[in-house]
C-alpha cells in the first residue's frame, strides 16, 4: 500500500471524494482565537482557522479550502491562491492582537506558509477520513479487520509507531478513539483485510490495547477531559463515526416528523 505524503498531499485520492465533498460543504463557520476554543466533534459541524475573527475572511479561506477538495488540488496550487489573498487582507506574519476572551493584547502569529499547510492537510484528512469510514463500514461484512499503519520514518511519532501493525475489528471500540489522523500532520493511516487477507499474511486480531489515558485542562474553559496519553488532545474520535451518529439522528428525527404530520 502507497505511504501518502501529506506534506504535499492532494485531494486526488483513489477513494471516491463524495463523502468528503459532502462532508465539508455542510460545514458551519465559527470564529475561534486559539485551537482549544474548538475540540474534537466541534470540528466536525463547524470550519475555523485559529486567530480569523473576521468572518468574511474566514468564509473565504473555507470556500477554497471545499475547492481543494473538489478539484484535487495540492499544496502548492492551494497557498498560491490563499497568500496573496491574506496578505492584501492584512492578515499576515506576527501581529499585535487582542484575545476577545481575556482582552489581553498578545503577540501571534496569523498567516504563514506553515499555518497555510496545517489547514489544508487538517481539513482534507478529517473530510477524507468520514469517506474512508464509509467506504470501510459499507465492506465490512467481508473485510471485517483493519490494521493500523504508521508511517515509518524519521517523522513518526513514537505514540504512534507503536500501533503499527495492530490489527482489531471495524467494530472494536479502539477505532473510536485511534482511527487516523491522530493529531496535527499525522499521517498513519489504516488496511482493510478480510480474512484471507489475514491468514496469508500471518496476522491475527491483536490483543486488547492497553490504553493509558491523563487527565488534561483545557487552559481555554479550564474544564478537564480525560484523553489518551499517545494522541493530542481534541484528536481522539473518530469524525466517520461522528458523521454518521448525526445521519442517523437526523433520519430519526425526519421519521418522528412524518409520523406526526401523519397522525
Known amino acids: 500500500m502507497p505511504t501518502l505524503n501529506f506534506f504535499e498531499i ?28 474548538m475540540l474534537a466533534e466541534e470540528h466536525d459541524t463547524a470550519f475555523t482557522v485559529a486567530k480569523m475573527m473576521n468572518r468574511d475572511l ?28 491574506l496578505q492584501k487582507a492584512g492578515w499576515w506574519g506576527k501581529q499585535d492582537v487582542m484575545d476577545p476572551d481575556t482582552g489581553e493584547i498578545v503577540k501571534a502569529q496569523l498567516g504563514s506558509a506553515s499555518r497555510l499547510a496545517t489547514i489544508f492537510r487538517t481539513n482534507l484528512q478529517s473530510a477524507y477520513s468520514v469517506g474512508h469510514w464509509q467506504s470501510i463500514r459499507a465492506n465490512a461484512a467481508t473485510a471485517p479487520y483493519l490494521m493500523y499503519d ?27 478513539t485511534h482511527f ?21 499474511y500471518g496476522l491475527k486480531p491483536s490483543p486488547e490495547p492497553w490504553i493509558k489515558t491523563r487527565l488534561w485542562e483545557n487552559p481555554r474553559s479550564g474544564k478537564t ?31 418522528s416528523e412524518n409520523h406526526r404530520k401523519k397522525t
Open 58 to 85: 474566514l468564509a473565504f479561506v473555507a470556500k477554497k479550502t471545499q475547492q481543494a477538495i473538489d478539484d484535487g488540488k495540492t499544496l502548492t496550487e492551494f497557498k498560491q491562491q490563499l497568500i496573496p489573498a
Open 150 to 176: 504508521a508511517v515509518e520514518d524519521h517523522r513518526v511519532r513514537p505514540e504512534h509507531q507503536q500501533w503499527d501493525g495492530r490489527v482489531y475489528p471495524v467494530n472494536h471500540t479502539f477505532w473510536t
Open 225 to 255: 477531559h480525560i484523553v489518551p496519553e499517545d494522541l493530542d488532545p481534541g484528536w481522539d474520535h473518530n469524525p466517520g463515526q461522528t458523521r454518521f451518529a448525526i445521519l442517523r439522528q437526523l433520519e430519526r428525527e425526519k421519521r
Open 10 to 37: 492532494t485531494a486526488g485520492f483513489t477513494l471516491k471524494p463524495a463523502q468528503a465533498i459532502r462532508f465539508f460543504e455542510r460545514k458551519g463557520l465559527k470564529l475561534s482565537f486559539r485551537w482549544e476554543d
Open 180 to 200: 487516523p489522523p491522530n493529531g496535527w500532520n499525522c499521517r498513519c493511516g489504516v488496511i482493510q483485510l478480510n480474512r484471507k487477507e489475514l491468514k496469508a
